[in-house]
């Protein structure tokens, strides 16, 4: 079958490796794509924002029998609601569920609710009873926008003054826009943090292997927040006493939780965990592959990945054996000099040769002239495979050491955390 793959990221260029791999997969088309994507699918320029738009185009070409819809923005705003209503096979969830990302407030409520464990929390639409409350709060605390904000919208927050300008920067200065209108103020919890993406189709859930990301810009995690420096892959402490833990006490639930608010969740949902001395609790929930954790997965994949998307569009999750190769695998994202600010686009990319194992995932890369560019703050990710993670990140390494491009930065200590923390 042909199929299309929505969005045009790293993200989606891993998607789309893995589904390449597929019998099943003929044509694959990407909008819009990347630099990266269009080596292996036929971009589309169409705004994958805007619902009408997708469908119309997905009504004029009837050899797609597929859409993956990858990113939280169109997840949000309907797209898969918009091509169900025609009669097209979507894999992603739809609106009513995208909110358990969309909303900040809507995920820690239903957490609340349902006595899924996460944070003690806050949520504030009204700068000056926000402001009077973090005047008056635990310290350290956390700050969330509420809304979409690419993964940057949550602020670590060690002292009363920073937590001050944080909700001024989020709910007057607009610095994530729209998303900042609400603000949930959030207990700060201490300990290793774990990404387990899940696929579900609102009933079975079957976790993929664990990742673990770096979201500060620098080294020893300094620095801003970002949508994310690098992964690895598995997490070395998420033992199977945690996994059941957190099957029993979180992910079933949490399914269970958006079948009884009318938000049936089908598609792949993302639990952000944190291991704090209480036990596992959620950090927040994705709807969607992460970015760059699903770099780290997909290549430790050994069963057919579209397969599994059509399993969990027909709600037959339970009938399809998922299975994982052994090791380890490792992703250094490569960035733009002042990411996650300012950044200028255009730079030109030089890469060496690489060994045949190394895959390079494009995010923010152009063509311009004939030549490979960037064009955007996360440029690519470099992932490699080995027994260890230890060997995995020296693949990584290496190979990163051979690509180049004027302002180019990346973190040196991927896939070095939580090495001593105990496995459970």
Not at 115 to 142: H, L, N, Q, R, S
Not at 293 to 310: N, R, S
Request: with cysteine; hydrophobic share 40%.
């Amino acid at each position: 079958m042909n199929v299309l793959v929505i969005g045009n990221g790293g993200r989606e260029h891993a998607v789309i490796q893995a589904l390449k791999k597929s019998p099943k997969v003929e044509k694959i088309y990407a909008m819009k794509g990347n630099a990266g994507i269009a080596q292996i699918a036929e971009c589309v320029d169409v705004n994958y924002c805007d619902p009408k738009a997708v469908a119309d185009w997905v009504d004029a070409h009837p050899d797609v029998a597929f859409t993956v819809v990858t990113p939280d923005d169109p997840l949000a705003l309907g797209v898969v609601d918009e091509l169900e209503s025609r009669g097209h096979k979507a894999f992603g969830p739809n609106k009513a569920a995208a909110q358990i990302e969309a909303s900040k407030a809507f995920s820690k409520n239903l957490m609340k609710k349902y006595g899924i464990p996460t944070a003690a929390y806050e949520i504030f639409d009204d700068y000056e009873a926000a402001k009077a409350y973090v005047e008056t709060c635990d310290i350290p605390v956390v700050l969330k926008a509420d809304g979409l904000a690419l993964g940057k919208g949550v602020l670590i927050c060690m002292t009363r003054e920073e937590a001050l300008d944080g909700i001024k920067e989020m709910m007057l200065d607009k610095k994530f826009g729209s998303a900042g209108n609400k603000v949930v103020v959030e207990e700060f919890l201490e300990g290793p943090e774990v990404s387990v993406l899940s696929f579900t189709d609102g009933k079975t859930v079957v976790p993929m292997i664990t990742s673990c990301d770096h979201k500060r810009a620098k080294d020893n995690d300094e620095g801003l927040n970002t949508g994310g420096m690098g992964t690895f892959s598995p997490a070395p402490f998420y033992g199977e006493k945690t996994a059941k833990e957190v099957m029993e006490k979180i992910m079933l639930p949490t399914v269970k939780a958006m079948q009884a608010e009318g938000r049936p969740f089908k598609g792949v949902l993302y639990f952000g965990l944190m291991k704090t001395k209480k036990g596992m609790k959620v950090i927040e929930y994705n709807s969607r592959f992460g970015d760059p954790e699903t770099q780290v997965v997909l290549p430790m994949l050994k069963t057919d990945l579209m397969e599994i998307f059509e399993a969990v569009v027909d709600e037959r999750l339970d009938e399809v054996k998922i299975e994982w190769s052994d090791g380890a695998c490792v992703c250094v994202v490569l960035a733009s000099g002042g990411y996650p600010e300012a950044y200028e686009k255009g730079k030109e990319i030089t890469i060496g040769d690489l060994e045949k194992d190394i895959v390079v995932v494009h995010a923010g890369t152009a063509i311009k002239d004939g030549k490979l560019v960037t064009a955007g703050g996360r440029v690519m990710g470099v992932c490699a495979k080995g027994d260890t993670i230890e060997d995995a990140r020296k693949k990584a390494y290496a190979a990163a050491e051979k690509i180049s491009f004027e302002g180019m930065y990346y973190r040196k200590d991927i896939g070095i955390k939580y090495r001593d923390v105990e496995r459970e």
